[in-house]
């Protein structure tokens, strides 16, 4: 991918693969950086304020070694009652969510943030949090057990990937953003960029290869 000498550099702070998948769908040249810090919740953090505060850490950790960039960056935090869901990382581990989750609802909170680091800014950094309510279907234990197995979803939070099989055991997801749950808002990214004076249909932008 080339840059246009008008568009700006842009850079997705994330090693995830769902999320550079989302954001090719924009066209836009883009780059990947890790941003390499600490997703620990702070003691008494409410979810969507551990999703905001990663979301804005993750962008500023990668503008601090990119000047002139449009950052991106995104965290999700999920939620059963109130409580965070982290990412299972074994297969005891994720049965135990999808036990404790099927028939109930799991909010799922998207942070997104753009970190716009070009000189004399007037809106150096946007900040918003997507709500999603997935409504779990009411299976039995083989069920979850052989869906685990056949996808193995340890590293995601509510263990369980949308995207693919994960779907068949989900009844109902209520968003305003349908991309959030896999872990990137595009409606919330693009309004960001617009802001930002990125646009989507000029002659300013080289159309990914």
Known sequence: MSFSPSLPRLILGSSSIYRRELLSRLRLPFETMAPDIDETPLP???????????AQAKAAAIAA????????????????????????????????QLQKMRGREVVFHTALCLYDNRPDQKTPCQLE???TFVHFRDLPDHELDAYLRIEQPYDCAGSAKNEA????IIERIDSSDPTALTGL??????GMLRKAGVRFFG????PAL
């Open 129 to 131: 949090n997507v709500q």
């Open 185 to 190: 808002p595009l409606i919330a990214l693009t």
């Open 65 to 96: 070694r990119a000047p002139d960039a449009l950052v991106i960056g995104s965290d999700q935090v999920a939620t059963l009652d109130g409580e965070q869901i982290g990412k299972p990382g074994d297969h005891a581990n994720a049965l135990r």
């Open 165 to 168: 099989l994960g779907i068949a």
């Open 44 to 54: 008494g953090e409410a979810p969507e304020a551990t999703a905001c505060r990663l």
């Open 203 to 206: 002659a300013d932008i080289t």
